[in-house]
């Protein structure tokens, strides 16, 4: 339940308009890494990519952008052994970095960029505004998914209601 209300809301969150790459896409891959068994973390951001991104549009870096999220559902395995205010903050950090540098490489590999030094690092130089608002995207959602989660979790952990729940 809690893995197929993910992917919906990521879905739905991708479709409501927003600031360029204010999405909570990477913070529910590195949430599904945490708290999903393996195979459900890592198929939750990738399901949720595919299904938005056939309504979205297809481009040819999409391999880059669902790649760099399976990354960052396994960064997500590490952090459920750091399970603290500092790991989930930092592993938010390096999810947004992960996923600004597999990305703009991808656009930059997939010819969007003069395929030199000087093309690769206008691409990561002009991609430095997106990084700003998805690391702030990604601590903001990260924020309310492990908080919610830990706050529900918190209140039903000893009733019926965590069989269904947690």
Known sequence: MLAMSLI??????????????????AAI????????????????????????DIFLGMHN??????????LVTLLGFWARNHKTFLGIVSSSIVSSVL???VTN???????WYPQNLKGLLNCYILGLPFLRTFTVATLVYAAVFFGAYEFIA?????????????
């Open 99 to 101: 996923f600004y540098l």
């Open 154 to 166: 918190s209140k039903v952990r000893n009733t019926k209601l965590a069989k269904v729940l947690l």
């Open 29 to 52: 891959a590195l949430f599904a890494g945490v708290y999903l068994n393996k195979k459900q973390a890592l198929i939750v951001p990738l399901l949720l990519m595919v299904i938005s």
């Open 61 to 70: 870096v999409v391999s880059f952008t669902w790649g760099s999220f399976a």
């Open 105 to 111: 490489f991808g656009v930059w590999a997939m010819g």
């Open 8 to 25: 919906l809301f990521g879905i739905l969150l991708r479709f409501i308009p927003h600031l360029p790459n204010f999405t909570p896409v």
